[in-house]
């Protein structure tokens, strides 16, 4: 992973000029940028940061219709590339970076990236995904009871796939291993979208990835359990793990950050407007049709989520055993 760092050196500034925002949008009740706005995804395409940026991307529009969102990738490492570089970018609230829990509190601790939580400047949390165990459509394991069966009796040769090292999937891995005292193998991968050939062309045996993954892929791979306190609507025929016999009610937050440059005004204005995108009846009914469970942490509420969530996920290290290798 450090290797991949150090290939880049930077992003080039970009659109330096201070940002300004309209007072509103045409009949929007939101303040509009008067520029176009660069969406940076930490992720390759195909997955579902990329899938929420489209969301958010088509409800701007019709917010906002005089600027479009440019969404941007630097996929790599895990995210951590992309992340290592968001304080170069212009703080000019124009330029705004996808940011992932609890990646950005895992990574720092595991010390293999150039940047630590506290160098992230989160604006708005947007949406949670629960955990979710799939298997391809071919699989032979139709319940998640034989799939563990299976994974017992040969520890070690299950291979299950997720999006990148020390990230939500992987410590979902490790959690799926100690909860039910099996041993799989971890494949990572850069992104959900990398992923979802594998696991679709049975290459692997299946993933510890995401409900809004099962959803989209429904009829390509089949959900054996997933990480919420009731059945998700739209896959009433997969068990909770709390239905297994396990309390787990996990999964990760996706969000906007912003370089640490940016004025607190221009903060707060795209904080504002995120807000403005999350309660939009469009985005609520593109988020349910793709399995987002929306929230809405905004600055005022920020610095006590982040406190909380830290501590939550620097305990959930200790599974990882990061920091000691």
Known sequence: MKAVLRKWLGIACLLA????????????????????????????????SDLSARHQQVVLKKKCAAIDTIIQYKAGAGGGLMWAQMNQLPGDGLNVVGINLPHIVFQPIEGEVQYKTADITPVFWFHFTPDALVVPEASPYKTFQAFIAAAKKDPGK????????????????????????????????????????AVVGNQIDGAVTYTAFAINNKTKVRALAVAMEKRHPLLPDVPTFRELGVDWVDGAYRGIGVPKSTPIEARKKLADMWLALNTDPEMKELAAKSGFELVNVGLDQMDGFMKDKAALYTESAKRLNLGKK
């Open 17 to 48: 000029a201070p940002a300004v925002m309209a007072q509103t949008g045409t009949g929007s009740g939101v303040a509009c940028p008067e520029k176009n706005v660069l969406y940076w995804q930490a992720f390759p395409p195909g997955g579902e």
């Open 158 to 197: 299950m291979n299950l796939g997720g999006s990148g090292l020390n990230s939500a999937n992987h410590a979902s891995h490790e959690r799926l291993n100690a909860a039910f005292g099996m041993k799989s193998t971890y494949v990572p991968y850069k992104g959900t979208g990398d992923m979802a050939l």
